[in-house]
């Protein structure tokens, strides 16, 4: 009878504390959704949202949850907190016994490009992860993932061998059309070609990976290899091609190109995988010829800084940068003390190529504090023991220090303090009069990136240029992410151009999504199961079983 009081009151009081959290934040947007009490970390100081609970668990009942993908409020911690749901425990149980086969194929039910998640993944899973609340450290989900991906590629792609993937649907004869072969745009493809579909998946550029590939340092992710894993989620069965080098243009740009290809033409091309020469195609004949049409463009414009005297000097955009080092051209020209303006994924990566390649000297400023830079610790610690960067936070540069020839000779930043939170829930940034000069003859810009799809009809486009669709969902770490159909009905949109930059896993996961909503308008039947192994009911992990396992090796 006490027992049961105590569960009782135990209950009780985390519904109250679940309702406090959600009261105070109740007439904010959007959601940042609450795992109570697995969510450990608190909403960054720039969330502007409202907070709501979604679950109450306690980690005597963590492991009796389902793995059911339509019962999402059911699944296990860490899979809910991953935006595209990917089995991590399921996956991580068979790593830890040792059936690394069997792991990588639970794992690519949700995520089929595992070996670039395993080392690019912002691993959202390990914040919602059970044992960070029991052993105060979650599992190492994202490193697993990389060890079952790169023992499953010596065996793969290394070879002339491909991994193959099962067909779970009756051919359907309806073509879609892909625009884009980042993250999004290819599970999109991935997962329609395994719902029966054909596909023809168009890439602007001779490779696969979109941002991933041009925007990523060369030190984090072999290129190569990430190609081949791209290309082969494609052409594993025949109803998939990728034309590549082909811009997809509007109506009204087509007097601007002379080597215009339509759809027709593109019955000539025989392999799956075909590098055109330089060419267009009208946006409207693939909307006239395709049963759907799916827009997966990234977010791939990069944003400008106005500093003083900006206009006189050469200011680098670290997106083109790094685009053009993994491209291969070189092109740019850069000094023995560089500063990198902005923090993030894209500000480090530039900064290391820099350090590794050009430069005695790189440091990175900001303008948030160091603990609230929208990156891994982990990322922060390699920048700065591995190739000793210096990390410079909350200042704010105004001006470009310059000679009377015009050269870079400095940054002039002003020291930042955190004032009030404002309305929309951001802390005030307070500019202070503390100025100084940080030397340097090169500045290199990476202050975010905007969504520029020129080609994409005006009416399915937003204020901020993103493609609006009718579907949106938010991840148990606070991400909101859209995807689905817009207002042209043989119309899709993806990812990134959607919503903007956000974590690639999230693009990987409105691709997925995506797919379900072109399959069910296609067919007007339920898209189906991937894999009968996700709907079963684990039963609690054998945490001894799989360490006798381990220290038996």
Known sequence: MIGTLNF???????????????????????????????????????????????????????????????????????????PANVDARGYVMLAGEGNFIKSLSEETVNNPTAFCFGNLCTAPCETTCSRGVQDHKPISIRLIKKAISEYNIKNYYRGKETIKYTIVSEPTNKRIAVIGAGPAGIAAAHRLLRFGHKVDLFEKFNFCGGYLYSGVAFFRLDKDLMNKEYENLITFTENGRIFYNVTIIGDEEKEKYQNIVSVKELENYKDQINHLSSCAILFSDLEENYDAVIIAAGATKPRRLNLKNAEKVNLIQAEWFLEDWNTGQRTYKIGKEVVVIGGGGTGIDAARTCKKVFSDKVTIVDILAREDIPVSEEEKVEAEEDDDIEFICQV????VVIDENNNIKGLKVAKCVYGPLLPNGRKKIIRTNEEFVIPCDTIILAVSRDIDIPFAPKDIVGPRGEIVVDGFDTMANGFVYRFGQTKRKKVFAAGEACYGPQPAIVALASGNRTAEKVHYFLTNKTPPILSQDFVKILGPLNVNKVYRKAVAV
Not at 42 to 59: D, L, M, Q, S, Y
Not at 396 to 399: L, T
Request: net charge positive; charged share 25%.
């Open 8 to 82: 009782l009151a135990d209950g009780l009081r985390r519904l109250i504390e679940g309702l406090n959290i959600t009261y105070r934040y109740f007439l904010k947007e959007p959601i940042y959704t609450v795992n109570y009490p697995l969510t450990i970390r608190e909403p960054f100081a720039r969330w502007r949202g409202k907070v709501r609970v979604r679950a109450f668990n306690t980690v005597e009942t963590i492991y009796k949850r389902t793995n059911y993908l339509n019962y999402s409020f059911n699944l296990p911690p860490c899979v809910r907190g991953c």
């Open 396 to 399: 704010m540069p105004f001006e």
